[in-house]
């Protein structure tokens, strides 16, 4: 296939360029390979003298699943199990995971190693060194250790690509071109909503029954709870909150904490029903977190 | 007429009209309209001093003779009228002027019935200093006052007048002071006209007096037969020997004959012959005759007012026109006299360092009326602004130009051209070449090499630079069409702002100095690592992250980064690509294995982990590979 690609009005320009004076020498194409994903860019190298072509392979063609996992030993311990589906056409190599403050602890699988957050940056970033997530495989052993709160947050993840390599220094069109196509998130990585450390600081029981009832809703919409019949649970979620958050406001913290333990029951008995692991995780764990906060 | 005839009468009077103009005529600056009228009266004398103000000396018919000074802006400083008769109008009385701006002055007091010749010396702030009647001990006394003419070698002054001799006869008399006046010689000449008896015989000077560069005095001299009605007899030259105790007579043929009046040096003649057919312009030293006074003699139209110090003549073409011609006899300008309402000839022209003075008069409500007009001739001054006075390589800045002339008054309509010339090693290029410049554009603008335009009625003119892609000082320059020493530049910063140099550091090498653009490992001089703040701010960081996640391998070796003002990087030093981006500090080049070994791996996962590092710090980054599979393969970072 054969694209006009409209990254920036740059680009648009010297393809009308192109196609009015088809040997100004700045003039280039810009191809997607719809049988390998590749980019093709393909321009007249003044310094070679000569056509050329450089291939752009994005690090996306994975696909990407994960399992999370959350366990409480006086802080959360975030655990991911990462699949990589047999319609995969690269390695997975790469799996970056945004987080709040630096974790005390952050355990890599074998064969990976983790970059720690930096002041501009607040991500822990697993790379393979050795061993990579092969297509229709899967690895576990991403933890990391933090006293943040679950919510919803964003993986990204990278396949085992040659970096784009042009054979000369490309023309600025060229090359602000192909930055372009680079800096298109869809070529750049692939990104999941998980269960991760979010930001939040408690200060009332009611906000946070609120915070509850937000990812619930989020939940839903993320299709993690999901399925025939899925509505009613939904409702019943939303009754069992709604009653623990009119106790809260009663000051009646007892009956609270019974409306969110019999929310968690529900959820408990739904997992792996009408809900998934991100969905259970997500709420029984913010759930127990405002039954701590409401006392004894 | 044959086309080719025509083409070359054509050319022809092309070049005809080039040759007639071979400068722009000045504009007038200033004028100064004396603050007196007369129903007569006139000119005496016009000079200017070293300093650029200019004297003027005259006689008015109601308060007897002048003498005033305007400074160099044209404006009057003083006016003093000297004692005496106001019957003095119509004569002559020559002025001088010394290195310290001191003014001579020779004129007649008439307080007596046959006047009495006075040499006065002023400060230049109107003091009279001194004074002299060098011919008060003749029976006679003395009539009319002539030249006085300073010798600035030897500081003595020259005054030439006519007398009455004992016999009530006309002579000549030349005497020779100091400069404070003091008389140390003299010379008289009776005349010798043959036939004619000498209590007949009438000298008269002519003209003023004339001093060589070695220090000799001549005058022109015309004898007349005072019997029969002043008729001229004859004209001679008479030349001095230095101290006025010998003189040659060097009689003119009888054809020739004297004007009555004022005398220029040039090319040591002196005098004004007026042939019997005159011509104009004339050839050079033939001058013709100019009066020295206005109201009832006025000159005739036409006639030489002024000499300048290069042999160039100004001459007065019909009643308000003036016309420079150059020594060669060519016509270096012409123009109208600035004609303000009743305004009549110009008398005197004078020449300073930077003006020429014409002097003259005029008659408004019945009144004779005297003007100095101070005009410029390169005291016009431009002025440019650039707003802004920085861009970033091929933006695009306001040019604003004003012309005014010394008084700060627009000049309009005047044509201004435009030049931009880059200012060579600037913005970190160490190599020499072809190197552009940017272009300029506007409304009011025309494209014709070079681009010009004309200024409005407020003096400005407005064009746009869009200054070249490379960064360093491109000088905006600009003149007067017509007058390019009327001109003014600028320096125009084309630079990317923010731009700061990595600093050295053990956790990371710099390379990819070359003679071009100067920079390590050869070089102290470090011009290829300039980069954005944020950029530069986390490379450290980077090279050390780098460190510790491969320690096996050297530190990382930051390559071309930007040039100090950014701009296009031609690594090459010819002005053109490549190095197409890393213009504005966000592209950094590393050096990678291969082709160094043990450099930042170019490829695999060792390549995926590097690029990680780089994006923990700056997660928008993006790396590439450039000139893959040649010696000079790299990593491209983008940020």
Redesign the interface.
């Known amino acids: 296939m054969s694209i006009f690609i409209s990254i920036s009005k740059r680009i648009t320009s010297v393809i009308a360029i192109c196609m009015i004076a088809p040997i100004y020498s700045l003039a280039f194409t810009i191809n997607l390979d719809s049988a390998t994903g590749n980019y093709m860019i393909t321009y007249q190298s003044e310094m070679l003298g000569r056509e050329v072509q450089a291939v752009f392979e994005p690090p996306t063609k994975i696909k990407p699943a994960v399992t999370p996992d959350i366990r409480f030993d006086g802080k959360f311990i975030y655990s991911y199990s990462l699949i990589n589906a047999s319609s995969a056409r690269q390695d997975l190599v790469v799996f970056r995971l945004p987080i709040v403050s630096t974790p005390t602890v952050v355990q890599n699988p074998s064969g990976w190693t983790s970059l720690g957050p930096t002041p501009v940056n607040r991500i822990i970033t697993w790379v393979s060194e050795d061993d990579t997530i092969k297509p229709d495989s899967q690895l576990s052993g991403f933890s990391i250790q933090t006293s943040e709160l679950p919510g919803i947050v964003a993986l990204k993840f990278e396949g085992l690509a040659d970096p784009l390599a042009y054979p000369d220094e490309p023309p600025a069109d060229v090359g602000y071109a192909g930055l372009a196509l680079k800096r298109e998130d869809r070529n750049s990585f692939v990104t999941l909503f998980s269960v991760g450390p979010s930001t939040f600081v408690y200060s009332d029981p009611g906000l946070a029954i609120d915070r509850l009832v937000a990812f619930k809703h989020e939940s839903v919409s993320r299709g993690w709870i999901f399925g025939p019949g899925s509505e009613g649970i939904v409702k019943s979620l939303d009754a069992k909150l709604d009653a623990a958050k009119a106790a809260v406001a009663r000051g009646q913290n007892s009956a609270a904490k019974n409306q969110l333990n019999s929310f968690i029951n529900e959820l408990t008995a739904q997992r792996n029903k009408k809900l998934n692991d991100t969905a259970f995780l997500l709420l029984k764990t913010n759930a127990e977190f405002i039954i701590g906060k409401l006392g004894p | 007429m044959r086309p080719t005839l025509a083409c070359a009468l054509i050319l022809l009077a092309v070049q005809s009209s080039i040759s007639q103009a071979t400068e722009p005529p000045p504009a007038r600056q200033r004028q100064t309209t004396y603050p007196f009228s007369a129903s007569g009266g006139g000119l005496t004398d016009l000079q200017v001093s070293p300093s650029g103000s200019a004297y003027v000396a005259g006689v008015t018919s109601t308060q007897g003779p002048f003498i005033s000074r305007v400074g160099p802006d044209g404006s009057l400083s003083w006016l003093i009228y000297e004692s005496g008769s106001p019957l003095a109008a119509g004569f002559q009385g020559g002025l001088s002027v010394d290195s310290d701006d001191n003014v001579y002055r020779i004129y007649t007091d008439y307080t007596s019935i046959f006047g009495e010749i006075v040499v006065v010396k002023y400060s230049s702030a109107g003091v009279r200093l001194q004074e002299t009647r060098p011919a008060s001990s003749n029976p006679g006394s003395a009539i009319i006052a002539n030249g006085l003419t300073l010798d600035p070698a030897r500081g003595n002054l020259y005054a030439s007048m006519d007398f009455l001799d004992t016999n009530f006869e006309t002579a000549v008399l030349v005497v020779q002071l100091n400069l404070n006046l003091v008389e140390s010689a003299r010379n008289v000449y009776r005349g010798q006209t043959p036939g004619i008896p000498e209590s007949s015989l009438g000298a008269h000077v002519v003209g003023g007096i004339h001093i060589s560069a070695s220090g000799k005095a001549s005058v022109s001299v015309r004898e007349q037969d005072q019997a029969t009605g002043y008729v001229q007899t004859r004209s001679l030259f008479l030349r001095y020997d230095t101290g006025l105790v010998n003189r040659v007579e060097e009689f003119l043929p009888p054809s020739v004959l004297l004007g009555t009046t004022q005398s220029e040096p040039v090319g040591g003649m002196f005098g004004v012959i007026f042939p019997s057919v005159p011509t104009f312009p004339p050839s050079f030293p033939v001058y013709q005759q100019v009066a020295p006074t206005f109201g009832p003699q006025r000159p005739a139209p036409g006639g030489l007012i002024g000499v300048g110090p290069q042999a160039e003549t100004y001459w007065r073409r019909g009643s308000r026109q003036i016309q420079k011609i150059a020594a060669s006899g060519n016509t270096v300008w012409s123009t109208p006299i600035v004609t303000d309402a009743g305004k009549d000839e110009a008398e005197y022209a004078r020449v300073s360092n930077s003006a020429l003075f014409l002097a003259g008069g005029f008659i408004a409500s019945g009144q004779r009326r005297v003007y100095l007009d101070r005009y410029g001739q390169a005291t016009d001054s431009l002025s440019v602004v650039l707003e802004p006075a920085g861009v970033a390589p091929g933006a695009k800045t306001q040019v604003q130009v004003t012309l005014k002339d010394s008084q700060g008054n627009p000049v309009a309509d005047r044509d201004v051209t435009f030049a931009a010339e880059p200012v060579a090693n600037s913005g970190g290029h160490d190599h020499g070449g072809s190197r552009p410049a940017g272009a300029f554009s506007g409304s009011n603008i025309l494209f014709s090499s070079p681009p010009h335009g004309r200024t409005g009625p407020d003096g400005k003119l407005a064009a746009i630079y869009t200054a070249s892609k490379f960064g360093g000082q491109e000088k905006i320059i600009v003149h007067v069409t017509t007058a390019p020493s009327i001109s003014t530049s600028t320096l125009l910063e084309v630079k990317v702002p923010g731009l700061v140099l990595l600093p050295g550091s053990a956790n990371y090498g710099k390379v990819g100095g070359t003679s071009f653009h100067l920079g390590p490992p050869d070089s102290a001089v470090d011009h290829n690592h300039y980069g954005a703040t944020d950029v530069i701010s986390?490379l450290p960081?980077i090279a050390i992250?780098y460190a510790a996640?491969f320690p096996s391998r050297s530190v990382i070796q930051y390559n071309d980064i930007s040039l100090p003002s950014g701009g296009l990087f031609d690594?090459g030093g010819q002005w053109l690509?490549?190095?197409?981006?890393h213009?504005t500090g966000r592209e950094v080049d590393i050096r990678s294995s291969p082709p160094h070994a043990n450099a930042v791996p170019?490829?695999g996962?060792d390549?995926?982990?590097f690029?990680?590092?780089v994006?923990?710090?700056?997660?928008?980054a993006?790396?590439?590979?450039?000139?893959?599979?040649?010696p000079h393969e790299h990593i491209h970072i983008?940020f």
């Open positions: 986390i960081s992250d996640r690594v690509p490549p190095h197409d981006t213009r170019s490829r996962r390549f995926i982990k690029s990680e590092i994006m923990r710090w700056a997660e928008n993006r790396i590439e590979v450039h000139s893959r599979g040649t983008y």
